[in-house]
Structures are given as C-alpha cells and as structure tokens.
Nanobody, 122 residues
C-alpha cells in the first residue's frame, strides 16, 4: 500500500480551471495504477480518471475533453488538470492507487488519500 496526500482543491467559477495534485510515498510508484475518484454531496464515490503504469489514460464520459490525468514517476506525483469546470464537478476528490491493473471500481483500490474539496460556483 501507499500513502497518498492530495492538494490543490478549492473554489472555482464555472468555466474555470483547477489542478489537483497527489503525492505518493514508496519506491515502486511506477508499478502502481493511479486514479482519481470523487464523491459529490449526498452521492456515492465515483470514478473520474485513471492512468496506467504505461501512462495510458482512462476517463469517465462526463469529464472527457475537460480533465487530464498525468503522472510524474520521478517525483511520485499524479495530477488532475480540470478545465471548463462545471457546477456538477463539485465534490470531494480522492487520489487512489492499486498495483498493475487498471480498474474503475473504487473497491478495487487499496490506498486512498484523505480527499480535497472542489467547489464549482455557477
């Protein structure tokens, strides 16, 4: 398992941009799939994006073309660039990791950060 710490959340106006960061511990970061999930108020946690060990990216349909996930293996960092933000993007965003195989279900991930709040105002 890894220790994950998110940062970069905050308040942004609709149409604006925000970049979330996730710092990961461990010497084998490059063998982990990294993902972002979010939990809107009163709803269940949902998949947002994932990046494989080979840097192939995956997105939920609602964020395609607006969000970009990336990783920097030299720094043990993963990022989520959020552009053209919408009020429905408002949620607590979580960074998560699992070994090797990409998954979109939260229960498949075994390490989680504490979450960072993103609020998009209309």
């Amino acid at each position: 398992q890894m220790q994950l710490v998110e940062s970069g959340g905050g308040l942004v106006q609709a149409g604006g941009s925000l970049r979330l960061s996730c710092a990961a511990s461990g010497r084998t970061f490059n063998t982990y799939v990294m993902a972002w999930f979010r939990q809107p108020p009163g709803k269940e946690r949902e998949f947002v994006a994932a990046i494989s060990v080979g840097s192939t990216t995956y997105y939920t349909e609602s964020v395609k073309g607006r969000f970009t996930i990336s990783r920097d293996n030299a720094k043990n960092m993963v990022y989520l660039q959020m552009n053209s933000a919408k009020p429905e993007d408002t949620a607590v965003y979580y960074c998560a990791s699992r070994r090797i195989i990409v998954a979109t279900s939260a229960r498949e991930y075994d390490s989680w950060g504490q979450g960072t709040q993103v609020t998009v105002s209309s």
